[in-house]
T-cell receptor, first 114, second 114 residues
Framework: DSGVTQTPKHLITATGQRVTLRCSPR?????VYWYQQSLDQGLQFLIH???????AKGNILERFSAQQFPDLHSELNLSSLELGDSALYFC?????????????FGPGTRLTVL | AQTVTQSQPEMSVQEAETVTLSCTYD???????LFWYKQPPSRQMILVIR??????QNATENRFSVNFQKAAKSFSLKISDSQLGDTAMYFC???????????FGAGTRLTVKP
């Protein structure tokens, strides 16, 4: 158990809909990262938040957005869903300091768009 | 941009034997981190081992060790005394020191045979 929690575990929805994925980082971790794992694109970095502020963006579609709240949990919002958005979405939180700059992953949310 | 290449899509090894998974990367950075993550059928991403680029000594974690060749930009993973529980997808990942989005290789599917 990495200490990173994600809800829900599974999500099934229809094209055109909007969903919200939630992530709670490990206690004390200020950074949250979101990744998408799909069959055709592999594991891709989406976005990074540090202590409530967006720090870096990767291959994140304009239909997707994220935020990190004062209690440090983060939400990834996916709208106008398409079949191709079906994927496993991971969040990770980072231990920072010394030589232990490492990301620990949550169990993921499996999104199926029908 | 950083790229990570895993040239072996699939590998197999007999239980108790040793296997080496290959990874190469491309970067102009001098300070970075390299990781191997394991993804078993549960799809959880589990950290196997990490290496800081400024350290010349190869990292070791129990049965797992790496061969880090900075000049050649190579980072292979050796698994000794392979166990059935090592069966999983293995991902090599690169992370810059400052901007910490991770770049992943396509993965190597390892099967340990009894």
């Amino acid at each position: 158990d990495s200490g990173v929690t994600q809800t829900p575990k599974h999500l099934i929805t229809a094209t055109g809909q909007r969903v919200t994925l939630r992530c709670s980082p490990r206690s004390g971790d200020l950074s949250v990262y979101w990744y998408q794992q799909s069959l055709d694109q592999g594991l891709q970095f989406l976005i990074h938040y540090y202590n409530g502020e967006e720090r870096a963006k990767g291959n994140i579609l304009e239909r997707f957005s994220a935020q990190q709240f004062p209690d440090l949990h983060s939400e990834l919002n996916l709208s106008s869903l398409e079949l191709g958005d079906s994927a496993l979405y991971f969040c990770a939180s980072k231990v920072t300091g010394g030589d232990t700059d490492t990301q620990y992953f949550g169990p993921g949310t499996r999104l199926t768009v029908l | 941009a950083q790229t990570v290449t895993q040239s072996q899509p699939e590998m197999s090894v007999q239980e108790a034997e040793t296997v080496t998974l290959s990874c190469t990367y491309d970067t102009s950075e001098s300070n970075y981190y390299l990781f191997w993550y394991k993804q078993p059928p549960s799809r959880q991403m589990i950290l196997v081992i990490r290496q800081e680029a400024y350290k010349q000594q190869n990292a070791t974690e129990n049965r797992f060790s790496v061969n880090f060749q900075k000049a050649a930009k190579s980072f292979s993973l050796k698994i000794s005394d392979s166990q059935l529980g090592d069966t999983a997808m293995y991902f090599c990942a690169f992370m810059k020191h400052v901007i910490n989005d991770m770049r992943f290789g396509a993965g190597t599917r390892l099967t340990v045979k009894p």
